[in-house]
C-alpha cells in the first residue's frame, strides 16, 4: 500500500525535540522524506501496524501529531510537482 505520513512534533522542550528525532528516523526506515515532516511510504498491512506502534510510542499524544493518508495504489505516479520537487523511488528498495 502507498502511504502519506506527516507529523507534527511540539520542540519546545528538549523532550519534545527527542520525539522530533525518533519520528524522523522511524519514518526514515519506512519511506522517503519528501518534505521535512512528510514522507512517502510504500509498505505491507503487518508494516503498517508497526509502524503506528511505534510512533505511538514516540510522540506525547497531548501536543503532538502524526497524520497517516493511504492512497490509491498508483498515487505517487500521480503526483503533481512544483519546484525542486523530485519524484521518489518508491520500487527500489529502501538501504537502512
Known amino acids: 500500500m502507498q502511504l502519506l505520513l506527516t507529523y507534527d512534533v511540539v520542540t519546545t522542550t528538549p ?22 515532516s ?10 503498517l501496524l508497526t509502524l503506528l506502534d511505534s510512533a505511538t510510542r514516540i510522540i506525547d499524544a497531548s501536543d503532538d501529531s502524526v497524520r497517516v493518508y493511504r492512497l490509491p495504489s498508483n498515487g505517487f505516479d500521480t503526483v503533481h510537482r512544483l519546484g525542486v520537487a523530485e519524484p521518489a523511488p518508491h520500487h527500489d528498495p529502501l538501504i537502512l
Open 38 to 47: 512528510v514522507f512517502e511510504i510504500t509498505c505491507t498491512d503487518a508494516e
Open 15 to 36: 523532550a519534545g525535540r527527542r520525539r522530533l528525532r525518533q519520528m524522523a528516523k522511524l519514518c526514515e526506515g519506512y519511506g522517503h522524506r519528501v518534505q521535512k
